[in-house]
């Protein structure tokens, strides 16, 4: 079956915002068997909306929407619908009430023009929204599905996920296509590829790289008449991408690199510190972003001055002979950071992020150090690109480091 994305929202086109949600919902639909063939951006113009319908319509045998679903005058996708149907909307006393209630619970009058996310077309029916306002349409008509979401992510996911994949499931009959992520870090994309080697050359299943923000993916994926045929295939190539990959390889799926040295720490009861000049944070946030952080996470200390990094614990003796910026000067901050908020392992970075050159150091460099137990493994780093860009680059190969020495000393 042809499926077609529509995200919509004039906001799209001026780069206001980027469209997460088309990149979310591409990637659910190969294990439901619906090839993808089309993705757009549309504004909020009723005449050009109706006009990209018809031709999704014409071409496609499932429509997935996100946006214009909410209650002003240019969230205009229930109406571009009913155009190209040639339907009139009407009002669901039940919705109405549902919606009224929604906003009661709040404390809030609810106004007027709210009530345009009350109606439905005959070919329509409700998609429920317990998380907002929008709710959303399910349409059907002459072989042709369309399914049209809020576009605030999170309304979208549930909807996605509770609302519009079970019932496209239910549908969906014939092949099945299964993906699998496995997640590397410390290795570069063309690397990468060079280690699989000729599993890239597979048909079925077939291997992909993608360079992410948090290191690279590797995407297996397997076609057959059902999903148990797919996934059997994918238990039997699984094992020979890993056996090449395994130095580098830190998780799968919904594996987050926070979330799988949260669980080493976790595991082995060591309590973790933290000391960024160059990074400026940026490491214990991205720590915490794993859930049940607090069991492992003790402190983190922001040491952008001389002055600060005295404070933690560096000798001035030190920073007289190396600069705040030097290796030995952050094993000194790892140590002090270790020692400070008595935990079993601290990390520690410094650097220069740029513009300009700072104590003679080059634009770019990241010293990086892991104490653990006393026992310091140090990197050094340099980057071409922007501040912003440095610090989480910065701090994700601070990750990194540490993921190493707690895989290599377990």
């Known amino acids: 079956m042809r499926a077609e994305i529509l995200s919509i929202g004039t906001e799209l086109l001026l780069g206001q915002i980027v469209d997460t ?12 068997g619906l090839d993808l063939f089309y993705v757009s951006q549309v504004g909020d113009n009723l005449t050009r909306l109706a006009a990209a319908f018809r031709q999704a319509v014409d071409r496609s045998d499932v429509i997935i929407t996100s946006g214009g679903l909410g209650p002003t005058e240019d969230d205009l996708t229930r109406e571009a619908i009913a155009d190209v149907f040639g339907e009139q909307p009407r009002v669901v006393p039940e ?48 072989g042709t599905v369309i399914a049209s979401m809020p576009g605030v992510p999170h309304e979208m996911h549930k909807m996605w996920e509770e609302q519009v994949q079970p019932r496209l499931a239910q549908r969906i009959s014939g092949g099945a296509i299964v993906s699998r992520i496995l997640k590397l870090i410390g290795i570069g994309e063309s690397n990468a590829e060079e280690v699989v080697g000729d599993l890239t050359h597979s048909i079925n299943p077939t291997l992909a790289t993608y360079a992410k923000p948090d290191g690279i993916h590797l995407r297996l ?32 799926e919904s594996d987050t690199l926070p979330l799988v040295v949260g669980a080493m720490l976790r595991e082995r009861g060591l309590k973790l510190a933290t000391a960024e000049s160059a990074t400026g944070g940026q490491l214990a ?22 002055q600060a990094k005295r404070a933690l614990g560096v000798s001035a003796e030190t920073l007289e002979r190396h600069g705040t910026v030097a290796q030995a000067t952050t094993q000194a901050l790892a140590a002090a950071a270790r020692q400070r908020a008595g935990a079993d392992v601290a990390v520690a970075t410094t650097g220069n992020a740029g ?56």
């Not at 797919?230 to 580098?248: C, G, I, K, S, Y």
């Not at 946030?285 to 001389?306: C, H, K, M, Q, R």
């Not at 026992?375 to 610090?391: A, F, G, I, M, P």
């Open 285 to 306: 946030s991205l720590i915490t972003e794993a859930p049940g952080a607090s069991d492992y996470f003790v402190a983190g200390y922001v040491v952008y001055s001389a």
């Open 21 to 32: 949600n088309a990149n979310y919902l591409a990637q659910q639909l190969p294990p439901l």
């Open 355 to 410: 513009p300009g050159a700072s104590e003679d150091k080059p634009v770019g460099v990241l010293h990086v150090v892991v104490d653990l137990d006393g026992h310091q493994l140090c990197s050094e780093t340099r980057y071409s690109t922007t501040r912003t860009e440095y610090k989480r680059r910065g701090a994700l190969d601070a990750l990194y480091l540490l993921w190493r020495e707690l895989k290599r000393d377990p």
């Open 221 to 252: 994926t397997a076609k057959a008449a059902t999903r148990a045929e797919a996934e059997a295939l994918l238990d039997a190539f699984e094992p020979r991408v890993r056996a090449r990959v395994h130095e580098w390889l830190y998780g799968t």
């Open 95 to 142: 919705l109405e009430a549902h919606l009224r209630e929604f906003f009661t619970r709040r404390g809030r009058p609810m106004p007027e023009r709210n009530v345009k996310q009350a109606t439905l077309i005959p070919s329509a029916s409700v998609l429920p929204n317990p998380v907002g306002t929008a709710p959303g349409w399910w349409v059907e008509r002459d």
